[in-house]
T-cell receptor, first 112, second 114 residues
Framework: SQELEQSPQSLIVQEGKNLTINCTSSKTLYGLYWYKQKYGEGLIFLMMLQKGGEEKSHEKITAKLDEKKQQSSLHITASQPSHAGIYLCGARSGGSNYKLTFGKGTLLTVNP | DSGVTQTPKHLITATGQRVTLRCSPRSGDLSVYWYQQSLDQGLQFLIQYYNGEERAKGNILERFSAQQFPDLHSELNLSSLELGDSALYFC?????????????FGPGTRLTVT
């Protein structure tokens, strides 16, 4: 079965700093999803990447998909306290497989 | 607000009991997914329905069952509850049945089994 490894597990940054979170799959990626979760709350959809080399941005968050490396990265520019939370990557393991397998998450703390 | 609604928000019950969790997908979405999130297992896929039919099963216990009704809302039934069933249960929805569609999550139901 597919496994997703996220790194780092936790991250503490000063407000205004840039940061990157990585998500590496044990199998071929057919679709990679990024979500943000406040502890104990629902998942907020951030971005979905489907093609190798694809890059998407939303406000100060950019996600890229490297199909060859079976990896995705999430980059936050000029972090703000509102970016704090748990970032989860989820992936489909097959073209017609629609269930998502999730990583364990990266806990981001942004200090003002 | 994702547009996916779940009730109840919190549920506290005793071991051996049965509970029903309810989910209403976003308007226009035909697929509903159920996930379980616990500290030790993380977020795990349980089951998917598309337009009333079961389409995929994940790590769902035999004590658990689900269905999707003609109005597209879905219910997850958990029976013979054990302490280890305490978790956050999420419902997600998407437009289509196959991959490539965005999945939007509800706020979750926190189940506590005592």
């Amino acid at each position: 079965s597919q496994e997703l490894e996220q790194s780092p597990q936790s991250l503490i940054v000063q407000e205004g700093k840039n940061l990157t979170i990585n998500c590496t799959s044990s199998k071929t990626l057919y679709g990679l999803y990024w979500y943000k979760q406040k502890y104990g709350e629902g998942l907020i959809f951030l971005m979905m990447l489907q093609k190798g080399g694809e890059e998407k941005s939303h406000e100060k968050i950019t996600a890229k998909l490297d199909e060859k490396k079976q990896q995705s990265s999430l980059h936050i520019t000029a972090s703000q306290p509102s970016h704090a939370g748990i970032y989860l990557c989820g992936a489909r393991s097959g073209g017609s497989n629609y269930k998502l397998t999730f990583g364990k998450g990266t806990l981001l703390t942004v200090n003002p | 607000d994702s547009g996916v609604t779940q009730t109840p928000k919190h549920l506290i019950t005793a071991t051996g009991q049965r509970v029903t969790l309810r989910c209403s997908p976003r308007s226009g979405d035909l697929s509903v997914y159920w996930y379980q999130q616990s500290l030790d297992q993380g977020l795990q896929f349980l089951i998917q329905y598309y337009n009333g039919e079961e389409r995929a099963k994940g790590n769902i216990l035999e004590r658990f069952s689900a269905q999707q009704f003609p109005d597209l809302h879905s219910e997850l039934n958990l029976s013979s509850l054990e302490l280890g069933d305490s978790a956050l249960y999420f419902c997600a929805s998407s437009v289509g049945v196959a991959g490539g569609y965005e999945q939007y999550f509800g706020p979750g139901t926190r189940l506590t089994v005592t």
